[in-house]
């Protein structure tokens, strides 16, 4: 793995960068869609291609689970078996851990915990986590981590902190023996105190990483907290490595996070709020079963270029929906992953043309003026 920083604006921190890796180049800043079960839901790996997806994720707690670690072996890794040869980054599953399992311990050791599936007993050591992704094949691993709920107190996300920069020592010496030119990323932790935050970064650069994650945020607190932590932590992240936002996702977040020097991000909000009828677009959300739509024949943004604006009408859109067609859920993820790709190349773009502070000015006013939700 390696990343050449490219340019940085005058105006902000925002970075353009190459991430050059085993199975592809990839531009930042960058959105990568999520694919945790092995699939970015609804979408076949042709379509993410031809709307210029660069990396997808998946997640190694579902796929630990289902189908298992043996089916994916035998199929020649996660590449192969999904039928994707671009590059994949996949989480360690510790916000999974955190996110779904049923009853869970936590020990320096590791973590016990319960399947969401069926309620099986498993415990996970910093190794484990290494070992699946070793199996899974990514291009860029994950370390093991906790991540705290929000509130915590500030004893418990110290001493959660404390033990998640154990675990990285022990996925970072597994690491060591790895020939395959993969990267692995630290995980920043330490809740909303920057203090912690300030104090994990060092600890992690000094064990020394490939990329930095910005870890344990977009997890329930405000919005201005968590844009005020993530902007203080990224600044405490080596210039040269590459920086990534765990489940950030909606466009002004981008924007924001891309100001503060953030290259890589993932969500699943285009392909969720595309399952649940919402769409968004420059200028705003739309909400495609409202009654408002029933003759409406524009496409659902005159802007963009995907098939679905390009084929059909907010009218058809609402009928498939209300219908409970499956092609409507279909369709409207497709519109919002295009979406996502192209404002990130616009972002892009902007920032190779010393104008990123303009255009965030400009969008921030209309994605959020226009929306019909």
Known sequence: MNFTLLKTDSKTHARRGLLELPHGTVQTPIFMPVGTQATVKGLTPEILMQQGAQIILGNSYHLYLRPGLDIIERAGGLHRFMGWDKPILTDSGGYQVFSLARLRKI????????????????????????????????????VFDECVPYPSEYDYTCNSMKISIEWAKLCRAHHENDTSKRGLFGIVQGGIYKDLREQCAQALIDIGFDGYAVGGLSVGEPQNLMYDVAGFTAQCLPHDKPRYFMGCGYPWDLLYMVSYGIDMFDCVIPTRFGRNGTGFTLDGKIVVRNSIYREDMRPLSSECGCYTCRTFTRAYLRHLFNTNEMLGPILLTLHNTYFFLDFMQKIRDAIDSDTFLSFKEEMLTRITAGDTE
Do not use: C, K, N, W
């Open 107 to 142: 020990s320096v050791e590791g973590v016990e915990f319960q399947s969401h599936i069926d309620g099986s007993y498993h415990f996970i050591t910093p190794l484990d986590a290494m070992h699946i992704q070793d199996i899974l094949g990514s291009d860029i691993r994950m």
